[in-house]
Structures are given as structure tokens and as C-alpha cells.
């Protein structure tokens, strides 16, 4: 069982979506990390997927992407009552736009032991410094996750995907 409790079923669904725009990810070669923005109903009002590679942007982060269209679709950079879903364990630049953002909820999918900055190597969404910390469900469908990572960056290293 993940350290992080059991998913609830939204959070499985929501993966699934967000899985869908990892995988579109390798559309153009770019690292297949998907997310997806949901309001407290379920309804998604944001996807994104890493497209630092299409756009020449390293900001162009999954999450970065989905928050921007859930902030258009609401018309407010506020993401109260939302929750951001991800494949992969956000770094700290996403961390840190999740927390602006003010998103209730993270879930996220595989860990990042390189750069993951939920607690793998910082921990920036539950540092008490800051003025919002979102709660974080961290482990569903990882297997699943982490897999389409590994067969895309095996290739990249050498290595069976």
C-alpha cells in the first residue's frame, strides 16, 4: 500500500485522463507526463501534457499546462476547491505553481527520486512557511505510471524498455 493511504476512485479516473495526455506526450517526443486539473464534482477543466520539446518552452511542464487551462476555463488563477492530478511526482517549479494556484488536492502518480519536490527530495507543498498547503495522494496506478517512463527513457539511456 502507498504511504499515502488508499486512492479514492475519482483520483483512478482522474489518472486515467491524466495517462491519456502522457501518452499524446510521445506525439512529439516530449517526456510523457500527463495532468489534469478537476473541480471537486469531478468535471476536468484542464489537461496538459509536457511539451517542452513542441514548444521550445521549459516551463511547458504537464502541470504548468493543465493549471493554465483550468485558470482560462474558470477565468481565475484561484483553483480552489481543484485538484491536480499527475503521473509523475511534481518538481519544484510545479510544486510551487500548485501551491499558488491554491489547489486543495494533489495526486500524483509515480515518484521522481531525481527532482520530485513532494517529498521524494524537498518538500514544498507541506512546508509550513508557506500560506497554502494542498493535501497530497501520491502512489495511484503508479506500476502504470512508471512504466510508460521507463519505456520511454530506456530507449534514450541504452536500456531495454
Not at 493549471?67 to 476547491?81: D, N, V, Y
Not at 527530495?121 to 503508479?142: A, F, I
Amino acid at each position: 500500500m502507498s504511504p499515502y493511504g488508499s486512492p479514492a476512485e475519482a483520483d483512478i479516473v482522474a489518472m486515467r485522463a491524466a495517462l491519456v495526455e502522457a501518452r499524446s506526450a510521445l506525439e512529439h517526443d516530449d517526456v510523457p507526463i500527463g495532468a489534469v486539473v478537476v473541480s471537486s464534482s469531478g468535471e476536468v477543466l484542464g489537461r496538459g501534457r509536457n511539451e517542452r520539446e513542441l514548444r521550445n518552452d521549459p516551463t511547458a511542464h504537464a502541470e504548468v499546462v493543465a493549471l493554465r487551462a483550468a485558470s482560462a476555463a474558470l477565468g481565475s488563477w484561484r483553483l480552489t476547491g481543484c485538484a491536480l492530478v499527475v503521473t509523475l511526482e511534481p518538481c519544484t517549479m510545479c510544486a510551487g505553481a500548485l501551491v499558488l494556484a491554491r489547489v486543495d488536492r494533489l495526486v500524483f502518480g509515480a515518484v521522481d527520486p531525481k527532482a520530485g519536490a513532494v517529498g521524494s527530495l524537498w518538500d514544498v507543498v507541506r512546508d509550513p512557511r508557506l500560506n497554502h498547503r494542498p493535501s497530497v495522494v501520491g502512489g495511484v496506478l503508479e506500476e502504470e505510471c512508471g512504466a510508460l517512463l521507463r519505456a520511454f527513457f530506456g530507449p534514450h539511456r541504452g536500456l531495454p524498455g
